[in-house]
């Protein structure tokens, strides 16, 4: 009994990672802060020359 116990969790565990792995993310990936002032900069960079044209 206890073998097959194991061998059950076992299983039980190895499906559920594996289901994880498929399903989508639930957060978004972590930008750090310099990359988000890149990005801010860009986008800033981008709106003035669009509004120039």
């Known amino acids: 009994m206890n ?3 194991k ?3 076992l299983l ?5 990672k594996a289901s994880a792995k498929l ?3 639930s ?3 972590y930008i750090s ?4 002032l890149k990005l801010a900069a ?3 960079h981008d709106s003035i020359i669009s509004s120039e044209s």
């Open 3 to 5: 073998r097959r116990k």
């Open 42 to 44: 860009e986008s800033s």
């Open 33 to 36: 802060k310099a990359d988000r």
């Open 7 to 9: 061998i059950k969790q």
């Open 12 to 16: 039980k565990a190895h499906a559920k």
């Open 23 to 25: 399903a989508p993310p």
């Open 27 to 29: 957060k978004s990936k």
